[in-house]
């Protein structure tokens, strides 16, 4: 089946350490995308990329960083610089050739200790 | 600036009754609007969407949404909720890059269901 796979589901983490939430799909989408999840403030856009090897900053982008090599997979590294990086993550993508709505990967709680 | 807004952070109906969520919008030119649900600890699944003409569309799971123009609006209805249909749900509109067909998602704040038995 199609889809988008995040790992891992919980992922937990000291302050001052980095971490790198996967996020792969198999739907051969051009267009990838990471959000952030926080209680009461719905979604918000971290950073994307509508191409291998090029990416863009969303509207949060301060303290994550983010790869793509493949077209397939958009890793997000969530950097000791990130202030409050408790949340929960949600990586998406789009197929770019035509407008639609975007598919949704099952997300990944981040909880720094 | 582009925005949403789901005035109702949270709602209850009874089991049987009818649902309608609300959500307007703000957004300069021809909004691209979607509807999506999350269960608890999940990823966001898309209901329906309206992109241009007939202004009521159909999704999955019995939902349908009315687009208004002159209200600046897209709320989400259903004739008749189930317990299954606890969740929360986002209404967004689409953002797009350029002239290019992908665009980032504006998200209102969502609103939780509640339904009672």
């Known amino acids: 089946d199609g889809g988008i796979t995040q790992s891992p589901k919980y992922l937990f983490r000291k302050e001052g350490q980095n971490v790198t939430l996967s996020c792969e799909q198999n739907?051969?989408?051009?267009?990838m995308y990471w959000y952030r999840q926080d209680p009461g403030q719905g979604l918000r856009l971290i950073y994307y990329?509508?191409?291998?090897?090029?990416?863009q900053k969303g509207d949060i982008a301060e303290g994550y960083s983010v790869s793509r090599e493949k077209k397939e997979s958009f890793p997000l590294t969530v950097t000791s610089a990130q202030k409050n990086p408790t949340a929960f993550y949600l990586c998406?993508?789009?197929?770019?050739?035509?407008?639609?709505?975007?598919?949704f990967g099952p997300g990944t709680r981040l909880t720094v200790l | 600036a582009q925005s949403v807004t789901q005035p109702d952070i949270h709602i209850t109906v009874s089991e049987g009754a009818s649902l309608e969520l609300r959500c307007n919008y703000s957004?300069?030119?021809?909004?691209?609007l979607f509807w999506y649900v999350q269960s608890p600890g999940q990823g966001l699944q898309l209901l329906l969407k309206y992109f241009s003409g007939d202004t009521l569309v159909q999704g999955i799971k019995g939902f349908e949404a009315e687009f208004k123009r002159s209200q600046s609006s897209f709320n989400l209805r259903k004739p008749s909720v189930h317990w299954s249909d606890a969740a929360e749900y986002f209404c967004a509109v689409v953002i797009l890059h350029g002239s290019s067909n992908t665009g980032k998602l504006i998200f209102g704040q969502g609103t939780t269901l509640q339904v009672k038995p």
């Open positions: 990329s509508q191409i291998v090897n090029d990416f």
């Open positions: 739907l051969n989408h051009d267009a």
């Open positions: 957004y300069g030119a021809t909004p691209y």
């Open positions: 998406a993508s789009n197929p770019g050739q035509r407008i639609s709505g975007q598919f």
